[in-house]
């Protein structure tokens, strides 16, 4: 029962362009989200994260949204460039849980390709 | 170093052959976790140790595969008898105590030949 959701495995998005990642979950206890990034043959990197009190946290380039009450949230890049061509990975957490309950949940990632 | 290392970094073994893989975590990182990632796959959770709480071993697929945390620290994760569907990328991460950012290794690739 996957509890963090990427429906979408690959996304093609020509360069200058937005991309827009998405994301879903089913468990109603998370309260915190991360995007992480992976380059073939290295290990994921954080990019953004977002609070459940809040609906939407910008970084640069990358902007992440938060629909609390559609279990939603969706990583936006604009513009793309091809340099962010890589798997992005949304993951969750319940924050306020303790001990191994207290942990990642990754979602199974969706291949972002920027076309120069 | 400054970041999680793991160790070795690409290993091939024959089938049915037991295998160690090693996992330092950034000193003082009291969470660590340890997935993979099949060919084409996404991240698979395999277990993760909070401090001094039991484990989550909920993700090991089989009782093949057992992991160890020795002083809150170091960590390794075995797998035994191993078996052609074992082949992935072998990802450890930690993070602080208070802080959800897990940080990677580059992972150890297995092949099981």
């Known amino acids: 029962d996957q509890q963090v959701k990427q429906n979408s495995p690959s996304l093609s998005v020509q360069e200058g362009r937005i991309s827009i990642l998405n994301c879903d979950y089913t468990n109603s206890m998370f309260d915190y989200f991360l995007w992480y990034k992976k380059y073939p043959a290295e290990g994921p990197t954080f990019l953004i994260s977002i609070s459940s009190i809040k609906d939407k946290n910008e970084d640069g380039r990358f902007t992440v949204f938060l629909n609390k009450s559609a279990k939603h949230l969706s990583l936006h890049i604009v513009p793309s460039q091809p340099g962010d061509s890589a798997v992005y990975f949304c993951a969750a957490v319940n924050l306020v849980s303790s001990g191994s309950a207290r942990q990642l949940t990754f979602g199974s990632g969706t291949q972002l390709t920027v076309l120069p | 170093g400054a970041g999680v290392s793991q160790s070795p970094s690409n290993k091939v073994t024959e089938k049915g052959k037991d295998v160690e893989l090693r996992c330092d975590p950034i000193s003082g990182h009291t969470a660590l976790y340890w997935y993979r990632q099949s060919l084409g796959q996404g991240l698979e959770f395999l277990i993760y140790?909070?401090?001094?709480?039991?484990?989550?071993k909920s993700g090991l697929p089989s009782d093949r595969f057992s992991a160890e945390r020795t002083g809150g620290s170091v960590s390794t994760l075995t797998i035994q008898r191993t078996q052609q569907e074992d082949s992935a990328v072998y990802l450890c991460?930690?993070?602080?105590?208070?802080?959800?950012?897990?940080?990677f290794g580059q992972g150890t690739r297995l092949t099981v030949v």
């Open positions: 991460a930690s993070s602080p105590r208070r802080n959800t950012e897990a940080f």
């Open positions: 140790f909070q401090g001094n709480s039991a484990p989550d």
